[in-house]
Each structure stands twice: as C-alpha cells, then as structure tokens.
C-alpha cells in the first residue's frame, strides 16, 4: 500500500532552521507533484509548498516565500522542506502529500495521498 512517512518534527526556537523529509512507498514517485500542507489546531489545511515530478517548477505559500525551500530527490523518493527563520506561526502539525496534478498542487482536495503528519513548534 501507498505509504508517505514525514521525518520527525521537534522544537525549535523563533529564528532557528527545521528540515522535514518525507519518504514515499508503494506508489510510482516521480509521477506525482508533491506539497507540504500545515494545520494549526481549529484551523483548515494549508498550503505551504509544492514542487513537480522533475522538480523544476516550484510554488510557494506568500507567508513562506523566501524562507522555506522545498526539494524532491526522485531516486531516493523523498521530498524535503527546509524551513529557515522559523517564526511563532509556523507552528503546526505538517504535512506531505501526493497529487497527480501539478497543476492543482495549492488544492487539498486533489491530493491522493498523505503523510500521518509531524509536530513543529515554534518558540519565542
């Protein structure tokens, strides 16, 4: 079966740097688009980052832009997000997922997979 594992998220100090990986299984990696999404408690899932299958066309959240990167490795089957000048708010729980379309990369409701999610807190 389809299996998407994020690496393990962890506390972190306003400023500081995370990188988060994600591991995909069971499904052909390099024909899906792949984004990070984030859910604070009581809030909706939200975009965060998305990248291709050949990783040349990137798209980014404005409240990320320019501090966060995210990357794929297609021969490891992993996606990665680097997470540089971390702020309180982006604290949340976070999230791969798998989309066939790039296109519709920003979209929640057209990824065919996800990843069980990881903590990442921001503290002041």
């Known amino acids: 079966q389809v299996q998407l594992v994020e690496s393990e998220g962890g506390l972190v100090q306003a400023g500081g740097s995370l990188r988060l990986s994600c591991a995909a299984s069971g499904l052909t990696f390099r024909n899906y688009a792949m984004g990070w999404f984030r859910q604070a408690p009581g809030q909706e899932r939200d975009f965060v980052a998305g990248?291709?299958?050949?990783?040349?066309?990137?798209f980014y959240s404005d409240s990320v832009k320019g501090r966060f990167t995210i990357s794929r490795d297609n021969a490891k089957n992993t996606v990665y997000l680097q997470m540089n000048s971390l702020k309180r708010e982006d604290t949340a729980v976070y999230y791969c997922?798998?989309?066939?379309?790039?296109?519709?990369?920003?979209?929640?409701?057209?990824?065919?997979?996800w990843g069980q999610g990881t903590q990442v807190t921001v503290s002041s």
């Open positions: 990248i291709n299958r050949i990783g040349n066309n990137i």
């Open positions: 997922g798998a989309n066939p379309n790039y296109a519709f990369v920003g979209t929640a409701a057209k990824y065919d997979y």
